[in-house]
């Protein structure tokens, strides 16, 4: 037993002996919190940005996923975190528009944005089997049975929702079917139990190559360049443009030279070549990066743009 | 089958070079030790593992990650038959009646049956997988709302096979974990209930908090009760394994076989997994069996089905994770998580682009499931080592993984608090006779069943006669109501044999 | 608590107080399910599904009240004849628990943890200093090791000076 505690002792001393202290920050990990579940759109970016960060700034970041009531746990997490500037979190779009109806338990402007990093537009999907190829068939199409098609969104009162209600008051009437999981949404339309999905295209990439969906339309102004062929929305006389857009943020109070530190690094990890591949693959539109003051007028735009689509 | 014989000649290739293989005995090894300790899962472990296959290729991920995943579901069984605390619900079952056979002094047999019964099921259910994957996954995208509304019912009725002695507190802690799920934001308007003002509340119940609250911690609170008279209580007869008897194996043989096509079918849906499966047969076993009654006292066909069962669905819950790209359950959603990492989606396209990877996946299962045998010898061996040990200082060690499991979910203490809670709510139940599995199943089950309850109305404007109409779910609320009627039917018409005989 | 009610044998107990719990929050609950919250026009609203539990509920709690009350033998007579419980033993057991995750906020987790497995071992009847030591050295250790740095978990690391001495610890475990 005496040996044991020796042995112990050993090790501990060989460990104080070898630990180096650096100066400046950051000199220790940084909690990288994803305050969504495993293997969604959040989560995919916090390990994409994850690795890349840690090559410029040469400490480990470790993914911490803490989901719930709409990212509010994991983001009241990162506010009651110690502002020290080793607890960074990824945010999404559903953050602002949660606090916007007041649903979030912290508000976004408690927090300092440090960058956006994928900005995606939302486009609605069809089976690729589907009679209706074009999105002048879907208007011809609910003018003769109107509440007759069904769209997989995530669910009520998400920007999914809001679309589709918006494309109601205008004369394009469906019904929304809410699938809180993505994997059920997609299978649902997979299945054909639903004609229509709206999603961002990079996480439903797969189907779109295998030919099992259909892009229609493009909730955007214009249309994207890597897609071309599909019509924007704006081409039918209808405005609604409610993207996806995920960043990094941290806590209100840190101090501004590590934040400055941060928003640095994380601009060249978002310049390096894996992130950028990331990118790609997910369809983000290319001018996703936003410094950080820009990003928090950003925001600050769209949570008045929510607001005003509740009324 | 050309492709297939193809695909499978590249995956042995790669699996046989010794710098692949080794990520089989890795991840089972990992799986089974995580999924032994009480407390945390297998899950846990893939969640965990996700990081360190950063600097490996996507073949070498994918085999640590699907055999941790093998590993984890049969180690599960382990802290489930000689501590009566699952680590995943998808082994609670596993408790029912192999714990009364570790308490019979039949922990080694218990063990055999579930070492032999998890390997069979994996990998008959791998073989499937290998062979029927695209169409299978074609039947599993067949299944809209109302069907999965209909498996989740049948899930639920399989109460009253669970219930142990009196089949009203069991329908009670079944109602009562349907309720506790429904606590929190609405799955599908997004209104928070029964928050009565804490914010933590909307964020809902997490039923594995619960899970670990009342079996790990109401179990030290149980056992530490009568401690002092117990002094170190030690495991009688012989504790290791003991293989079953070429007599018993025959005499299991159907409900093996049986377990193992429904947890296959059942694993493959996605959303609803593994743990459906294995209640689904245990209540299946029971209600098939010559002698029901004896079911919950330690009967080997009460630790085969639920085994054989989860394992099977592990096989099952790859078909539409590789096919389509769709995660059956957990597991599965780290997996993509994990492609995701080095830039391949998984789905129709990895089949085309990617072939030596789905072959070397197939093989890996194949080979991981099979290594499940020696794996488990070994595992059992190590763990029966801790009975041997006072069981003071194994209930501090269990508080310590139950915080751990608690808390690594989420990264918050609160969850820590709601554990001891219900902690010590399990003690009460376990005290006054209410069984703890219902209140877990209701709670796993419940959000799923609101959800798809809901969507099949509104899908179908309200119209209630969809879930005996459609063929597939008609079917499924009728076996269902077989399961709800059965216990009753033999009560009633045992009542009356034996008032006719006197 | 024993004493027989004196209508057809049924007993007031433990068992009948929680059916009246059970059907009074069962109750309760279902007055607080609210039906004004606006909903879409084909849905049935966010209070359906925890109104029919609750129902369920309520149904459960009052068929096991009536079946209770109108019992002519009690069975219970001859379930509590087992074992006669150590209750300050489970007292304990529950105040450490509750003591030692309070202490894991305070003091981090790997003081807490130590103390922990050293106080309910000792309470589980182990009086072997040596064995006492080397379990919560080698408890506390290895899971801190496997969690922090290995897993990169961050663990609570306590208030005040603690915050820094956990800090500390954690800084020397991790790879």
């Not at chain 1, 911490?64 to 009241?76: E, F, M, R, Y």
């Amino acid at each position: 037993m005496k040996r044991r505690f020796v042995f112990i002792a050993a090790i501990l001393i060989l460990c104080v002996g070898v630990q180096v202290q650096a100066a400046g920050y950051p000199d220790r990990p940084i909690d990288l919190i994803v305050p969504w579940g495993a293997g969604g759109g959040a989560d995919q970016l916090g390990r994409a940005i994850g690795p890349a960060l840690e090559k410029v700034l040469k400490v480990s970041l470790p993914v911490i996923n803490i989901p719930g009531a709409v990212s509010g746990v994991g983001l009241a997490k990162v506010r009651a975190a110690r502002k020290d500037g080793y607890t960074i979190s990824v945010f999404t779009a559903d953050a602002v528009g949660a606090d916007s109806q007041g649903k979030l338990a912290v508000h976004v402007n408690e927090f300092i944005p440090l960058a956006r990093l994928m900005f995606a537009p939302s486009f609605l999907f069809v089976h690729y089997d589907s009679p209706m190829k074009t999105f002048e068939d879907l208007i011809a199409y609910t003018k003769k049975n109107p509440d007759k098609l069904k769209v997989a969104i995530t669910g009520s009162g998400s920007p999914d929702d809001l679309t589709v209600k918006y494309l109601r008051k205008n004369g394009i009437k469906m019904i929304s079917v809410p699938y809180p999981k993505p994997g059920e949404r997609y299978a649902s339309v997979l299945g054909k139990h639903n004609e229509l999905l709206y999603e961002q295209a990079g996480d439903v990439s797969q189907f779109i190559l295998a030919k099992k969906m259909r892009p229609m339309v493009v909730f955007l102004p214009k249309r994207v360049e890597s897609m071309s062929d599909v019509p924007a929305i704006q081409e039918f006389g209808l405005e609604i443009y409610l993207s996806q857009y995920r960043g990094l943020l941290i806590n209100q109070g840190v101090p501004q030279e590590k934040v400055d530190v941060l928003a640095k690094a994380i601009k060249e990890a978002y310049d390096s070549p894996s992130f950028q591949k990331f990118l790609k693959k997910m369809y983000c539109m290319p001018d996703s990066y936003m410094p950080p003051e820009e990003f928090k007028k950003f925001i600050e735009n769209d949570f008045e743009a929510y607001t005003k689509l509740w009324e | 089958m050309d492709w297939l014989v193809t695909v499978m000649e590249m995956g042995v290739k790669i699996i046989t070079l010794p710098n692949y293989f080794v990520f089989i005995f890795i991840g089972l090894f990992i799986g089974v030790v995580f999924g032994a300790i009480p407390g945390i899962s297998g899950l846990m472990a893939i969640i965990l593992l996700v990081p360190f296959t950063y600097p490996l290729d996507i073949i070498q991920a994918m085999l640590l990650l699907t055999s941790t995943y093998c590993g984890g579901v049969f180690g599960g069984s382990i802290s489930s038959i000689l501590l009566n605390t699952p680590g995943a619900p998808e082994s609670v079952c596993t408790t029912f009646d192999g714990y009364p056979m570790t308490r019979k002094g039949l922990a080694a047999k218990a063990l055999g049956t579930a070492i032999e019964c998890s390997a069979i099921g994996g990998f008959l259910s791998a073989v499937v997988m290998t062979v029927a994957c695209a169409p299978l996954a074609s039947v599993a995208l067949s299944f809209d709302s109302p069907e999965y509304f209909a498996l989740v019912f049948m899930g639920l009725c399989v109460v009253t096979s669970i219930s142990g002695k009196s089949l009203v507190n069991g329908v009670i802690a079944l109602f009562i974990g349907l309720f506790l799920a429904s606590v929190g934001v609405s799955p599908i308007q997004g209104v928070p209930r029964y928050d009565l003002g804490f914010p933590q509340l909307r964020a809902g119940i997490d039923f594995i908090i619960v899970m670990i609250g009342v079996f790990a911690l109401g179990e030290i609170f149980v056992r530490f009760e009568t401690l002092s008279r117990e002094e170190s209580k030690k495991i009688e007869g012989k504790v290791g394994t003991n293989l079953l008897t070429i007599k018993e194996f025959l005499a299991l043989k159907w409900t093996i076989l049986r377990s193992f096509v429904t947890g296959t079918f059942i694993g493959f849906l996605p959303g609803a997994g593994a743990t459906i499966a294995s209640f689904v047969s245990y209540g299946m076993a029971r209600n098939l069996s010559d002698d029901p009654g004896k079911f919950g006292t330690g009967v080997l066909e009460g630790v085969a089905a639920p085994e054989t069962a989860n394992n099977a669905a592990t096989g099952g819950a790859m078909i539409p994770l590789l096919t389509l790209g769709i995660p059956g359950g957990g597991a599965t959603a780290v997996m993509i998580s994990a492609f995701m990492i080095k830039g391949l989606q998984p789905g129709p396209l990895v089949f085309m682009t990617n072939p030596e990877l789905i072959g070397s996946i197939f093989v890996g299962m194949i080979i991981a499931n099979l290594l499940i045998i020696i794996f488990g010898f070994i595992a059992v061996r190590a763990f029966t080592q801790f009975l041997k040990v006072p069981y003071a200082i194994l209930a501090s060690g269990i508080t310590l993984f139950c915080f751990l499991g608690a808390f690594a979910k989420r990264n918050v203490m609160y969850d820590v608090w709601v554990m001891l809670i219900f902690g010590i709510i399990g003690y009460f139940m376990k005290k006054y006779e209410y069984p703890v599995a219902p209140l877990v199943l209701g709670m796993v089950l419940g959000p799923l069943a609101e959800d798809k309850f809901l969507s099949s109305l509104i899908s179908y404007q309200n119209d209630f006669t969809i879930f005996f109409t459609r063929p597939i779910s008609g079917t499924m609320i009728m076996v269902a109501f077989c399961f709800l009627m059965y216990p009753l039917v033999m009560m009633v018409w045992k009542k009356r044999r034996s008032a006719n005989n006197t | 608590m024993r004493e027989k009610h004196p209508r057809k044998g049924g007993k007031i107990d433990g068992d009948f107080f929680f059916c009246l719990a059970l059907i009074i929050a069962a109750c309760f609950l279902l007055s607080i399910s609210s039906t004004t919250i606006k909903v879409d026009e084909n849905s049935l609203g966010p209070f359906f599904w925890p109104k029919v539990i609750l129902v369920g509920m309520l149904i459960c709690g009052a068929m096991k009240l009536f079946f209770h009350l109108r019992k002519r033998k009690s069975i219970s007579e001859d379930n509590h004849v087992n074992v006669p419980t150590n209750y300050k033993a489970l007292i304990f057991a529950v105040v450490l628990t509750f003591g030692y995750f309070l202490g894991i906020v305070l003091v981090g987790y790997p003081i807490a943890s130590l103390i922990f497995v050293i106080a309910l071992s000792y309470l589980g009847g182990i009086r072997s200093i040596k064995l006492l030591a080397s379990v919560s050295v080698g408890l506390t250790l290895i899971t801190s090791i496997l969690f922090v740095g290995v897993m990169y978990i961050s663990l609570p690391r306590g208030v005040w000076i603690f915050y820094d001495i956990t800090n500390w610890f954690f800084s020397l475990i991790k790879f």
